[in-house]
C-alpha cells in the first residue's frame, strides 16, 4: 500500500512575503550597484553631467588614482586597520570583565550602574570631542593610533557591556554552581567555563567594534593631524576633491566600494556566530 504525498500548496501570502523581500534586497543593494558602475567610469564621465547610469567606457583609472593617493592606499588602510584592531582588543578586555560581573555578582546597585552606562549612549560624543582633544593633547594621545582607538573604545564600551552582560546571564545557574562545587574559582569559572560559552557574544562585540571604528570619521579627523596617519574615512575626504574645487565622483565612488570591502568581509566570516550571538544569548 503507497500512500501519495500531495505537495504542499503555496499560499498567496508567501508569494507576497517573497516579493516583499526581493523588493527590499533591490533597494539596499541598489545604491551600491550604482556605486560600483560609477567607479568604473573614466573620472570625465562620472563627472559629466547628467549622469549616465552605465559607463560608456570601462576603465580603472578611479581604482588606479586612489591606490596611489597621496601617502597610498595601503598606508590608509593599515592605519585603520591598526585602529580598529586595537579597539577590539581594548573592548573585549573591559566588556567582557565588566559584563560578567554584572550578570554574575550580586553588585550593591548594579542596575543603577548599569543604567548609567547605557545612558552615557544618548550623549553625543561630538560634544565631547573638544575636552577630550584638550586631555588627549596633555597627555600624548594626539596623533596616535592609540589615542584614536581608545576613543573609538569609549563610544563603543557600553553596548559591547550590554551584549556581554546579556551573553553572560544566558547561561544557565546550573553550570555555575557545578564549578563551584568542584572547587572552581570565579576567575576560573571564567576563563574555562563561561568564555567558551560566550564566545558568539564576544565575536558580536569584535564585530561591532570593528564596524564602528572603521567608518568612524569626526574623531580621526580632529585627532589624526599627519597625513600619514589619517585612516579611510578621513582620505575620502581629499579623494572627493576635484579641480576647481569640483567634486571627484569617480574617486569618491571607487573609495567607497574600497571602503565597504572589509567590512563585507568581515561580517561574511563571522555571520554564523554574530546571529547566535544575538539571538541564542550566546549559548551553545
Avoid at 550593591?108 to 582633544?133: C, D, H, N, R, T
Avoid at 571604528?213 to 579627523?221: I, K, R, T
Avoid at 569618491?252 to 567590512?263: E, F, K, N, R, T
Wanted: aromatic share 10%.
Amino acid at each position: 500500500m503507497t500512500i501519495a504525498i500531495r505537495p504542499r500548496r503555496v499560499r498567496r501570502g508567501e508569494y507576497l512575503i517573497a516579493a516583499i523581500c526581493v523588493a527590499l534586497i533591490v533597494i539596499m543593494l541598489w545604491p551600491l550597484v550604482m556605486s560600483f558602475l560609477a567607479s568604473i567610469k573614466t573620472p570625465a564621465e562620472a563627472s559629466t553631467p547628467p549622469p549616465h547610469y552605465l559607463p560608456q567606457t570601462f576603465s580603472l583609472d578611479n581604482y588606479r588614482g586612489i591606490i596611489n593617493y597621496h601617502a597610498g592606499l595601503a598606508v590608509y588602510v593599515g592605519n585603520s586597520l591598526a585602529v580598529a584592531g586595537l579597539t577590539i582588543v581594548f573592548c573585549l578586555l573591559l566588556a567582557v570583565p565588566a559584563g560578567y560581573g554584572l550578570a554574575r555578582f550580586d553588585i550593591p546597585g548594579k542596575e543603577v550602574i548599569f543604567l548609567l552606562l547605557l545612558a552615557s549612549m544618548m550623549l553625543p560624543f561630538q560634544a565631547l570631542l573638544v575636552p577630550l582633544y584638550l586631555l588627549f593633547s596633555h597627555i600624548g594621545l594626539t596623533a596616535s593610533k592609540v589615542g584614536l582607538a581608545i576613543l573609538h573604545t569609549m563610544l563603543q564600551l557600553p553596548f559591547s557591556i550590554y551584549l556581554m552582560r546579556n551573553s553572560f546571564e544566558g547561561i544557565p545557574k546550573e553550570m555555575e554552581e557545578a564549578a563551584v562545587v568542584d572547587g572552581a574559582s570565579s576567575l576560573f569559572a571564567l576563563r574555562r567555563v563561561f568564555l567558551p560559552l560566550v564566545m558568539p557574544g564576544m565575536v558580536t562585540v569584535a564585530l561591532f567594534a570593528f564596524i564602528a571604528s572603521w567608518n568612524e570619521f569626526l574623531g580621526a579627523l580632529i585627532l589624526m593631524n599627519n597625513e600619514k596617519q589619517f585612516t579611510v574615512p578621513v582620505m575620502m575626504t581629499g579623494v572627493r576633491n576635484g579641480e576647481f574645487g569640483s567634486v571627484d565622483w569617480g574617486g569618491l565612488q571607487a573609495s567607497v566600494i574600497i571602503s565597504i570591502l572589509p567590512c563585507l568581509a568581515v561580517y561574511l566570516l563571522l555571520q554564523r556566530y554574530y546571529i547566535s550571538g544575538l539571538l541564542s544569548g550566546a549559548v551553545k
